[in-house]
C-alpha cells in the first residue's frame, strides 16, 4: 500500500467516483440506492448474474428486515454476527395490506434453515452487502462469490495478510471466516486513516491499479493433469449453449489444479453427457463463500461430439472406471488417470472429431539414455533438464554453495533452491544431493545423513537425493525426515509417464517450492 499513490487516487476523479458509488445514505430514495448498487455490480461483480443476484438481496433483505438485524447497545460487532448467523434463515417473505412483513411458514417456502452453514456462506455476498449498507462500519461487501481469489489478489496487491482459510469440513468457519476478513479489513483502514466507502474502494478498484503494470501471462502452461467437472442446466443455459473460444469462467473443481491442466465437463442437465474440453486458466483456489468450496477459472473450451452417460456405460473400458461405476455421483474434482484420458479421446475420434486439436497431456522432454559417466554428468544431463521441465531457471538455484558446520568447516549441498540470509548461512526450503550411484543401502544410508546435515542446517522442509538411476524426495514431518518412508521414489525412465511427473511436480515444482519460503 503506497499511501503517497492512494492520496493521488483518491483525490482523482475515479477515485472520486468510486468513492461516491459505496457511499450510501439511509435517506437516499430507493431508485438512487438502486442506481448505485447495480453500477457496483456490473463493475465488480459478475454482471451477467445481475438480476439474479439482485433478487436474493433484496430477499435476504426482507430476510433481515424481519429479523431486527440492529446491532444492540453496547454489543461488539462479532457477538452480533454471531448472533445474527446462529439465527439467520432464509424463507419466502409475506406482507399484509399495511406493509407489514412476515415469514412464511409453508414448508416448501423455506430456502435456508437455520444452522444450515453450507448454504449460508455460499450467500455471503447477498449477507454482506446488506450488511455493509446497514452498518458499513463493522462489514465489508463481498462482490462475486465465484472470484474470491480475485478478492485475495486485490489484497495481496495491497499487502494484507488474510487469515487462513477454515477447510471445507468447518461449514460454520465457512460462514465466520467473512467476520475474520471484515476484522482484518477494519486493522487495515484504521492503519491507513480509510473510511468504509475508502476501503470499498482502494481494494475492488485501486489494487487493480496497482497490478496493471504487471506482466500478464497469456500462454498456459503444459497440462500434467486432466480433471472431470460438472454442469448444471443453469451452467449449461448460461455458458454452455454458445460457446465463447475467449471466456473465462468460474468451475467447481478439485484443489489440486493447476493452471494448464484440462478440465472435462459433464453436463447434468438437459441430458447426461460429456460436452467440451477446456484449460484451467488459475490453480484451484478454495472458496468459503462458495457452495462446492472448491473453484477454478477455465478457458479455451472446444465442444466435442455428446458421449453420453450410457455411452460410458457400455463402453467396455469406461464402464469400469470408478466416477462411472458409482454413477457419476460427486463428479466435481475427480481426477482422471493419463489411459483414462487416452481413452476417451478414443470414444471422441469414433465420432469422427479431430482430437488433433484437443490438448494433450505433457511428457517432460528428460534424455534418461544419456551416456552417465560421472556425478557430475547425473547433475547436467538429469537433474537439470528435470528442473528446467518443472519450471525454475538458473537464478532460482545455487550449486556448491558454502555452509558453515562448526567453527571453520563449510557444507557443500549439490543444489540449493531459493536461499536467503547471510552468506554461510543461509536458510533453504529445498536441499537436493546428487551422487553418481548409490548402488548399497549403506550409501544410501550415507547419503541421506549427509543431506540431513545441509538440511538441518538450512532449516529445509525438503530433501531430494538422485543418482543416475533414481530420484528420492523427503519431506519434514514434525520436524523429522523418515528416512525410511520417502514421499517421492521413481526411477528416471518413469518420469516419461505423465501421471508421474505430475505427482513430482505437486511435491517440487517450482511454485510449491517457492511458497515454501
Excluded at 184 to 190: A, E, G, H, Y
Excluded at 252 to 264: L, M, P, Q, Y
Excluded at 295 to 301: E, L
Excluded at 352 to 371: A, K, Q, R, V, W
Aim: proline share 4%; net charge negative; hydrophobic share 40%.
Amino acid at each position: 500500500m503506497n499511501k503517497q499513490i492512494w492520496e493521488m487516487y483518491k483525490t482523482s476523479n475515479r477515485g472520486q467516483e468510486i468513492i461516491d458509488l459505496f457511499t450510501f445514505y439511509a435517506d437516499a430514495e430507493i431508485e438512487v440506492f438502486e442506481n448505485k448498487l447495480e453500477k457496483i455490480l456490473r463493475k465488480f461483480g459478475k454482471e451477467s448474474e445481475i438480476d439474479t443476484l439482485f433478487s436474493r438481496i433484496y430477499l435476504v433483505n426482507n430476510n433481515i428486515s424481519v429479523y431486527n438485524s440492529a446491532i444492540r447497545e453496547k454489543e461488539a460487532p462479532n457477538d452480533f454476527f454471531t448472533r445474527f448467523i446462529e439465527d439467520f434463515d432464509v424463507s419466502y417473505i409475506d406482507e399484509d395490506k399495511e406493509g407489514n412483513l412476515t415469514k412464511s411458514t409453508k414448508v416448501h417456502d423455506v430456502f435456508i434453515k437455520k444452522l444450515d452453514y453450507r448454504s449460508i456462506s455460499a450467500i455471503m455476498d447477498s449477507i454482506s452487502i446488506n450488511l455493509y449498507i446497514m452498518h458499513p462500519l463493522f462489514f465489508f461487501p463481498l462482490l462475486d462469490n465465484e472470484r474470491f481469489d480475485i478478492f485475495v489478489k486485490n489484497c495481496d496487491a495491497l499487502g494484507i495478510e488474510i487469515p487462513n482459510i477454515p477447510n471445507s469440513a468447518d461449514k460454520k468457519g465457512r460462514v465466520m471466516y467473512y467476520f475474520s476478513l471484515c476484522d482484518v479489513l477494519d486493522k487495515f483502514s484504521v492503519e491507513y486513516d480509510l473510511s468504509a466507502e475508502e476501503l470499498c474502494a482502494c481494494i475492488y478498484d485501486f489494487a487493480t491499479i496497482l497490478q496493471e503494470h504487471k506482466e500478464v501471462k497469456n500462454e498456459l502452461p503444459e497440462p500434467t493433469n486432466v480433471w472431470f467437472t460438472g454442469a448444471s442446466k443453469a451452467d449449461y443455459q448460461t455458458t454452455l449453449q454458445n460457446l465463447v473460444p475467449d471466456s473465462v469462467n468460474a468451475w467447481s473443481c478439485n484443489e489440486a489444479t493447476k493452471r494448464g491442466d484440462i478440465i472435462v465437463i459433464y453436463c447434468l442437465s438437459p441430458q447426461s453427457f460429456i460436452h467440451s474440453i477446456w484449460r484451467a486458466n488459475s490453480d484451484g483456489v478454495a472458496n468459503p463463500f462458495n457452495y462446492y468450496y472448491s473453484r477454478v477459472t477455465v478457458t479455451s473450451p472446444i465442444q466435442i461430439p455428446p458421449i453420453t452417460y450410457a455411452e460410458l456405460k457400455a463402453d467396455k473400458y469406461w464402464s469400469n472406471v470408478p466416477i462411472v461405476r458409482k454413477n457419476l455421483q460427486g463428479i466435481n474434482g475427480i481426477q482422471l488417470t493419463a489411459k483414462d484420458y487416452t481413452e476417451l479421446l478414443r470414444l471422441i475420434s469414433s465420432k469422427g472429431f479431430d482430437i488433433n486439436t484437443l490438448p494433450l497431456l505433457y511428457s517432460p522432454n528428460i534424455d534418461i539414455e544419456g551416456n552417465l559417466k560421472t556425478e557430475n554428468d547425473v547433475e547436467e544431463k538429469l537433474v537439470i533438464p528435470l528442473l528446467t521441465e518443472l519450471g525454475y531457471t538458473q537464478n532460482n538455484w545455487e550449486r556448491q554453495l558454502s555452509q558453515k558446520a562448526g567453527r571453520n568447516l563449510k557444507a557443500i549441498p549439490d543444489f540449493v533452491f531459493f536461499s536467503k540470509g547471510e552468506k554461510h548461512f543461509q536458510n533453504a526450503p529445498f536441499v537436493l544431493e546428487a551422487k553418481f550411484f548409490m548402488n548399497s543401502s549403506n550409501e544410501r544410508m550415507n547419503s541421506f545423513n549427509q543431506a540431513l546435515s545441509y538440511c538441518k542446517m538450512m532449516s529445509a522442509e525438503l530433501l531430494g537425493l538422485c543418482d543416475k538411476d533414481r530420484i528420492i524426495i523427503y519431506r519434514r514431518k514434525n520436524g523429522v525426515f523418515d528416512r525410511f518412508n520417502p514421499v517421492f521414489e521413481k526411477h528416471w525412465g518413469n518420469l516419461k509417464n505423465p501421471e508421474t511427473f505430475s505427482e513430482l511436480k505437486k511435491i517440487i515444482g517450482k511454485e510449491i517450492v517457492a511458497n515454501l519460503q
